[in-house]
């Protein structure tokens, strides 16, 4: 009885982060269900997924995650995790012109969702450990190695949205462990110099397309600017008020594109207008808010890196959707966090909200602790 009271105690959950999180959904999900008759397969499915993502949050926040500060068990898991991208170019199967997705049965497993969480825990071990000397530049390349082997792998299946996120998720983590100006100087112009490598041997010709329409979407609106001119299109109609739910026509009309995935902001600001999208804005500040506050509550620098670099892959995903959604950044295909349609990504998000709750629930107790021995020590 003492366990299940304090699984559900306050000082374990966030209730007002997991509360904030209950509209985000709902919206995705009133989205989903706005232009679709009885039978709507992404509605149900999304249902299904949103229940087994909050049973696995549940289950993460009761469980006690400083076994992972094992450098064992993390490149275990790195290793595997390394191990599954490899297999996907072996047993993966394309959908949307990536091999980005293992079948299985009825269901798909994106393993790149799952491998940016990973990512956090690899980066938080590794600064949590070297917070005063991370002045060196040697970390630096140290810990670009452990992001660049996911993200090269992530890129060449190809997305190239989610091997965006895993640099982003690197360079926060990077900034937020305190480098010097000088060393994040030389990051900037190293990715510079990698953009145009990129640019000349890497990338394909349907991802310049990409960035070139991004640059003058009308150049191109009938082919690779289609997308993003609909898109842009259909939040501009949706006015301060919105059209009402159902009376999206870019949705209801089939011209705009993967409203229920990639493009769910536009759909849902169509029907909300600037009012709604303003509070879904509102919700996500509130949620990253609520995970900086856990951040500065953490057991130890390993705590406080991992919730900082959650946050840094949340906002990496809210940025990157809402700004190809409203047209100033390239279409990448990254879903909107707890709104897109989408089983990987909503078990990997509650997933990661699930082991900050644990994380948050042994914090105090250590907290207290240091306490005692401060108190004991005078």
Same mark, same amino acid.
């Given at each position: 009885?003492?366990?299940?009271?304090a699984?559900?105690s306050?000082?374990?959950?966030?209730?007002?982060?997991?509360?904030?999180?209950?509209?985000?959904?709902g919206?995705?999900?009133?989205?989903?269900?706005?232009?679709?008759?009885?039978?709507?397969?992404?509605?149900?499915?999304q249902?299904?997924?949103v229940?087994?993502?909050?049973?696995?949050?549940?289950?993460?926040?009761?469980?006690?995650?400083?076994?992972?500060?094992?450098?064992?068990?993390?490149?275990?898991?790195?290793?595997?995790a390394?191990?599954? @991208?490899?297999?996907?170019?072996?047993? *993966?199967?394309v959908? +949307?012109?990536?091999?980005s997705? !293992?079948?299985? /049965?009825?269901? $798909?497993?994106?393993?790149?969702?799952?491998?940016?969480?990973?990512?956090?825990?690899?980066?938080?071990?590794?600064?949590?450990?070297?917070?005063?000397?991370?002045?060196?530049?040697?970390?630096?390349?140290?810990s670009?190695?452990?992001?660049l082997?996911?993200?090269?792998?992530?890129f060449?299946?190809?997305?190239?949205?989610?091997?965006?996120?895993?640099?982003?998720?690197? @360079?926060?983590?990077?900034?937020?462990? *305190?480098v010097?100006? +000088?060393?994040?100087?030389?990051? !900037?112009?190293? /990715?510079?110099? $990698?953009?145009?490598v990129?640019?000349?041997?890497?990338?394909a010709?349907?991802?310049?397309?990409?960035?070139l329409?991004?640059?003058?979407?009308?150049t191109?609106?009938?082919?690779?600017?289609?997308?993003?001119?609909?898109?842009?299109?259909?939040?501009?109609?949706?006015?301060?008020?919105?059209?009402?739910?159902?009376?999206?026509?870019?949705?209801?009309?089939?011209?705009?594109?993967?409203?229920?995935?990639?493009?769910?902001?536009?759909?849902f600001?169509?029907?909300?207008? !600037?009012?709604?999208?303003?509070?879904?804005?509102?919700?996500?500040?509130?949620?990253i808010?609520?995970?900086?506050?856990?951040?500065?509550?953490?057991?130890?620098?390993?705590?406080?890196?991992?919730?900082?670099?959650?946050?840094?892959f949340?906002?990496s995903?809210?940025?990157?959707?809402?700004?190809?959604n409203?047209?100033?950044?390239?279409?990448?295909?990254?879903p909107?966090?707890?709104?897109?349609?989408?089983?990987?990504?909503?078990?990997?998000?509650?997933?990661?909200?699930?082991m900050?709750?644990?994380?948050?629930?042994?914090?105090r107790?250590?907290?207290r602790?240091?306490?005692a021995?401060?108190?004991?020590?005078?």
């Amino acid at each position: 009885m003492r366990q299940l009271s304090a699984f559900f105690s306050a000082s374990s959950i966030d209730w007002a982060l997991f509360l904030a999180l209950v509209p985000l959904v709902g919206a995705g999900l009133l989205t989903m269900d706005s232009f679709v008759g009885a039978e709507n397969y992404f509605f149900s499915r999304q249902l299904l997924w949103v229940a087994v993502s909050v049973a696995v949050f549940f289950v993460f926040s009761a469980v006690d995650w400083r076994f992972l500060k094992r450098t064992d068990v993390l490149m275990a898991l790195f290793l595997f995790a390394v191990g599954f @991208l490899i297999l996907l170019f072996i047993a *993966g199967y394309v959908a +949307k012109g990536a091999q980005s997705w !293992f079948r299985l /049965g009825s269901f $798909s497993l994106q393993p790149s969702d799952p491998v940016k969480i990973l990512v956090i825990l690899i980066l938080a071990k590794y600064f949590s450990r070297r917070h005063i000397e991370i002045a060196h530049i040697r970390h630096i390349f140290v810990s670009g190695f452990y992001a660049l082997v996911p993200f090269v792998l992530v890129f060449l299946q190809p997305d190239f949205g989610s091997a965006i996120v895993i640099f982003f998720i690197w @360079l926060g983590m990077i900034m937020v462990s *305190g480098v010097s100006k +000088k060393h994040l100087a030389l990051v !900037f112009c190293m /990715g510079v110099l $990698s953009f145009i490598v990129l640019w000349s041997f890497v990338f394909a010709d349907y991802q310049k397309q990409r960035i070139l329409t991004f640059v003058n979407p009308l150049t191109d609106i009938q082919g690779a600017g289609y997308n993003a001119r609909q898109s842009v299109i259909a939040v501009g109609s949706g006015g301060v008020f919105g059209k009402g739910v159902g009376f999206g026509t870019q949705s209801r009309l089939k011209f705009l594109p993967e409203y229920e995935t990639d493009f769910i902001f536009a759909a849902f600001t169509e029907e909300w207008g !600037f009012f709604g999208a303003a509070i879904i804005l509102l919700l996500f500040g509130f949620v990253i808010w609520r995970i900086v506050l856990i951040a500065m509550r953490g057991a130890s620098n390993f705590e406080t890196l991992f919730s900082a670099g959650f946050a840094i892959f949340l906002v990496s995903h809210v940025v990157i959707n809402i700004g190809m959604n409203i047209g100033i950044l390239p279409v990448t295909g990254i879903p909107l966090p707890f709104v897109s349609y989408g089983g990987s990504h909503l078990l990997t998000e509650f997933a990661g909200l699930g082991m900050l709750m644990g994380m948050r629930r042994y914090a105090r107790a250590a907290h207290r602790d240091d306490i005692a021995n401060e108190l004991v020590g005078m």
